[in-house]
Nanobody, 124 residues
């Protein structure tokens, strides 16, 4: 069974920053692309960001482009999501996911393993 563990969520004010981390078992990380998704109450889970196995290729949802940055440390089997200029609409449960391919993907069904999520709440 896979293991992805997110951390770093919390309650912040609009305009603040947070960095989410996702620690993965080596089996789920070293050869796989990674992604971040989020889900707000009453809404479907949506794509946020993705990064290739090498870290060279990334992609972002339009709503977070220029504010969020995804990165990975392959030596630590950890993927990060740096979130700047947070807005109340960024409030959601943020999930980390891995896929059994090295290239990026924005579709939820392209991912094979999921973490339990970490809550981010942005107050106005």
């Amino acid at each position: 069974q896979g293991q992805l563990v997110e951390s770093g969520g919390g309650l912040v004010q609009a305009g603040d920053s947070l960095r989410l981390s996702c620690a993965a078992s080596r089996r789920l990380f070293s050869s796989y692309a990674m992604g971040w998704f989020r889900q707000s109450p009453g809404k479907e889970r949506e794509f946020v960001a993705t990064i290739s196995r090498s870290g060279v290729n990334t992609d972002y949802a339009d709503s977070v482009k220029d504010r969020f940055t995804i990165s990975r440390d392959n030596a630590k089997s950890t993927v990060y999501l740096q979130m700047n200029s947070l807005k109340p609409e960024d409030t959601a449960l943020y999930y980390c996911a891995s896929r059994v391919w090295s290239d990026i993907a924005t579709m939820e069904n392209a991912y094979d393993y999921w973490g339990q999520g970490t809550q981010v709440t942005v107050s106005s």
